[in-house]
């Protein structure tokens, strides 16, 4: 069956610092995969994703490469801010949409 | 634009009760999404409607949750009877529709359920 497997927090990094959230995932097919972002006090929204193989989503500084060889879809960023502390779900659907999954979500605390 | 919304935002119950949770998607939105998180773990989804019909009910468990979408707007979850482990936060979303992988789904705040 489908499934995500991410690391597991809580991460607590010093401001500027350089960020990999690892996670795999198990899936029939080509799923399409996805990172949200769920900010204190505040619902899950989407961040980025990446539909196909070798594909790289990025948004607001964050990246993740869509790797099939590894069945990987690691988020990084270069320079993390304070504003960037929130939890973290990868996630995967299935091809038609009609399945969705996440991984348990990784707790990331910036410190100035 | 107003963005999903859920109620109640908060709701706390005893055991054997049944609750109802209520979501109002975004306007125009044709699939919408039931969620439920438990504490410490990714939201699990339960059911996913297209218009007024069920998509994937797969994970819901029919013996005591249900769901409907009349009108194919606004929808109802509802718990009967509750048990301790349905304490959870229960997500809406919606999309306009097809696969997520280009349509992106937007979530409401969530109802967090209590049951004692």
């Known amino acids: 069956g489908n499934s995500v497997t991410q690391m597991e927090g809580p991460v607590t990094l010093s401001e500027e610092a350089f960020l990999t959230i690892n996670c795999t995932y198990t899936?029939?097919?080509?799923?399409?995969l996805f990172w949200y972002v769920q900010y204190p006090g505040e619902g899950l929204q989407l961040l980025l994703k990446a539909t196909k193989a070798d594909d790289k989503g990025s948004n607001k500084g964050f990246e993740a490469t869509y790797r099939k060889e590894t069945t990987s879809f690691h988020l990084e960023k270069g320079s993390v801010q304070v504003s960037d502390s929130a939890v973290y779900f990868c996630?995967?659907?299935?091809?038609?949409?009609?399945?969705?999954?996440f991984g348990t979500g990784t707790s990331l605390t910036v410190i100035p | 634009e107003a963005g999903v919304a859920q109620s109640p935002r908060y709701k706390i119950i005893e055991k054997r009760q049944s609750v109802a949770f209520w979501c109002n998607p975004i306007s125009g939105h044709a699939t919408l999404y039931w969620y439920q998180q438990i504490l410490g773990q990714g939201p699990k989804l339960l059911i996913q409607f297209q218009n007024n019909g069920v998509v994937d009910d797969s994970q819901l468990p029919k013996d005591r949750f249900s769901a409907e979408r009349l009108k194919g707007v606004d929808s109802t979850l509802k718990i009967q009877p509750a048990k301790l482990e349905d304490s959870a936060v229960y997500l809406c979303?919606?999309?306009?529709?097809?696969?997520?992988?280009?349509?992106?789904?937007?979530f409401g705040p969530g109802t967090r359920l209590t049951v004692l």
């Open positions: 979303a919606s999309s306009l529709g097809g696969s997520p992988s280009y349509n992106e789904q937007f």
């Open positions: 996630a995967l659907s299935d091809r038609n949409g009609n399945q969705f999954y």
């Open positions: 899936a029939t097919g080509y799923p399409s």
